[in-house]
């Protein structure tokens, strides 16, 4: 997944050095672009797992 690395900190909880950090703080437009395939991956795998491993 192609995701900046001070987008994936953000979404980690982790707090972005003020040399990186833009005006733009939380990065939101990038968080939900980013989000997106990552849980359309985890509904994949979620979909391939057997009953008794799923997570509801």
Do not use: C
């Amino acid at each position: 997944m192609d995701v900046l690395f001070h987008v994936a900190k953000t979404m980690l909880g982790h707090k972005i050095h003020t040399g990186v950090q833009s005006h733009n703080y939380e990065y939101l437009d990038e968080q939900r672009k980013a989000y997106a395939p990552w849980a359309s991956l985890v509904s994949n795998v979620n979909a391939t797992t057997p009953e008794y491993y799923q997570i509801d």
